[in-house]
């Protein structure tokens, strides 16, 4: 059997890297070419980097050594190039060297954008990994018991603040916490000071918790939804029955058949929202000013500094892909009728 | 569970003799009015339903409403700020509360709350619906296709459907909405953005709409109605049109009306990001946005975000019941 593992492991790489170069390809082509049906020019686009006040002639001389004449076909090539290889840049005031692998090169800031997306990795991963625990085992364990107590007043009112929970955008719920619990009570850190876990785990805590709980509290109404109506339907089918009438214990029936059951799903889901989350919490980010990769892609909007915007777009698809691959993965070693699909 | 289909109390025991007896006629009745009883029962459903329908025309006769109150949304009133603080604040306590302006005035240049939560409504829901209406329109063509054809057909629109899910969804959406110019495509404004950003939500959330409809057709494809039409020579279109998509209008209205909230939070998201509708245009997201500077005056974050939390709450309560009503099997 482990043959088949494998098998299945190296088929599913391969389809994902294959996915990223075409989620890759994609994404270059519409930041390149949406501009343009817009009615920006290789000149306008050009100008961006050598302020307003260049004259035509150096617009045009940055626009060509920045390849920006070329065919989009030929753009892409030389950008995925420098993402294996690493790429020169030259424009005009001397070469600038973006080593491999070269996401892009700002040329506002005039700085790859590789290492500056390395240093907001580690923001956006405590604030996911703190919060996608939070949210899954408090979402899953509300689910469980309203499906087990369903009618009951616990189950009303949980599902009636889940309900509440999936209307409210996080943008909302962490300014009112933010001016409630930071500001007011003074109870946490305002946003913006994100301290390395390495550095000193209790301050790293203390910046992250307010954050944690809100994005943690709408998730959790998501998860508690789909987890009761998951586990309402599993208890009624028939290995549930069969499982009762071997005389099981109600505790086993309920973990061992019943959530397994209900969990698969939910396990996908979850795969799916911890990806979008690395690749960016972008309205977690900018409402607690958190310098992640979300307050970066949104900081590059601002400055219209297009290659950072596309560094971050494909390291956020880097990481859904990947989750979605674990997902898959994981399935294949608990559930073996995957593998023979 | 299986709700009761009937509603008057006498005919709940369902009696072979009734019809002998003389009890009253047996009624056949079809799905539809089913469920549209189930609906009507449903008390917070239908409460969502009337929320639904007063914000709609909130929206539709927002001008006149704004006219009535007598504070244009974008109306300085330089009047009602403390200058002499220099925290700019609304004079007057809660944020300038008033008759005047209920629900209290802007810090700094004091524009009426009320008036701009009004025309916020416009925005939102004209964004959520045309943006739904579009995801629902390619999801339901290309998910009806899927399933109907197969092969090929149905391996490559499932690819383009996974492709679609792989994208980072809100990063690409703030990104192109970010860098397409004030003045494109032969307009400018307010009409661009909001064309935008109708392209941009409706053509990202088309793939969860289209694997509903495509799993859908799948399973009715091999149904007996299908071979028996097939059976009788019908064309694939006849197929298509009149015996499959009639079956699949119940889980499409459902989806659509549960989207509807999900595009709502996400022209608010957009306008909060600042790439939405543009300033000085009232939105909920950006006046939520505006809000996050005064985060002393609590009240100036509290209106625009009622306002999306009690849209996207009725949505969801009629969507649910609705669904509910639909599938009784789902609640």
Known sequence: MPGTVITYIVRRLIAAIGLLIIVSAITFSIFYLVPRWAGASPETLANRYVGRAATEETVKLTAERLGLYDPIAVQYWNWAKGVVVGAEYDYGAGVERCPAPCLGYSFITKQPVWPELLDRIPVTLSLAAGASILWLVFGVAIGVLSALRRGSIFDRAAMTVALAGVSLPIFFTGLISLAFFSYRLGWTKPGGTFVPLTDNPVLWAQALILPWITLAFLFSAQYARLTRAGMLETMNEDFIRTARAKGLKERNVVVQHGLRGALTPILTIFGLDVGLLLGGAVLTEKTFSLPGLGKYAVDGIVANDLPKILGVTLVAAVFIVLANLIVDLLYAVVDPRVRAK | ?331
């Not at chain 2, 006149?64 to 009133?77: D, S, V």
């Not at chain 2, 939070?265 to 245009?281: C, H, K, N």
């Open chain 2, 1 to 331: 569970m299986t709700a009761p289909l009937e509603v008057e109390p006498g005919a709940a025991t369902a009696d072979p003799e009734a019809v002998l007896k003389g009890m009253g006629k047996i009624e056949g009745r079809s799905l539809g009015q089913i469920a549209w009883m189930r609906l009507k029962r449903d008390k917070v459903a239908i409460g969502g339903f009337v929320i639904i329908v007063l914000l709609i025309l909130m929206a539709i006769f927002a001008n006149l409403i704004i006219k009535l109150i007598g504070h244009p949304p974008n109306q300085f009133n330089q009047n009602l700020i403390d200058t002499v603080g220099g925290t700019l604040a609304p004079t007057g306590k809660f944020g300038g509360m008033s008759w005047e302006h209920p629900f209290g005035v802007e810090p700094v240049n004091g524009r009426d709350i009320m008036s701009r939560v009004i025309y916020g409504s416009r925005i939102s829901l004209l964004i959520a619906f045309f943006a739904t209406l579009l995801s629902v329109a390619i999801g339901t063509t290309l998910g009806i296709v899927a399933g109907f054809f197969g092969g090929w057909v149905d391996a490559f629109i499932s690819r383009l459907m996974d492709i679609f899910l792989a994208f980072p969804l809100l990063v690409f959406a703030i990104a192109l909405a970010g860098v397409v110019p004030d003045d494109a495509f032969g307009l400018k404004g307010d009409s661009l953005r909001i064309v935008l950003l109708i392209f941009i939500i409706g053509f990202f959330n088309w793939p969860y709409i289209g694997r509903i409809v495509r799993g859908q057709t799948i399973s009715l494809r091999e149904r007996e109605f299908v071979d028996a039409a097939r059976s009788l020579g019908a064309r694939r279109p006849y197929i298509l049109f009149t015996e499959l998509l009639p079956n699949l209008i119940a889980p499409i209205l459902v989806y659509a009306t549960l989207l509807i909230p999900t595009n709502i939070l996400f022209e608010a998201a957009l306008s909060f990001l600042g790439v939405g509708v543009r300033a000085p245009t009232a939105t909920w997201g950006g006046m939520l946005s505006d809000a996050v500077t005064f985060y002393t005056m609590p009240h100036f974050m509290l209106w625009p975000g009622l306002a999306i939390f009690i849209t996207v709450l009725a949505f969801n309560l009629f969507g649910d019941g609705l669904r509910d009503a639909l599938d009784p099997r789902s609640r």
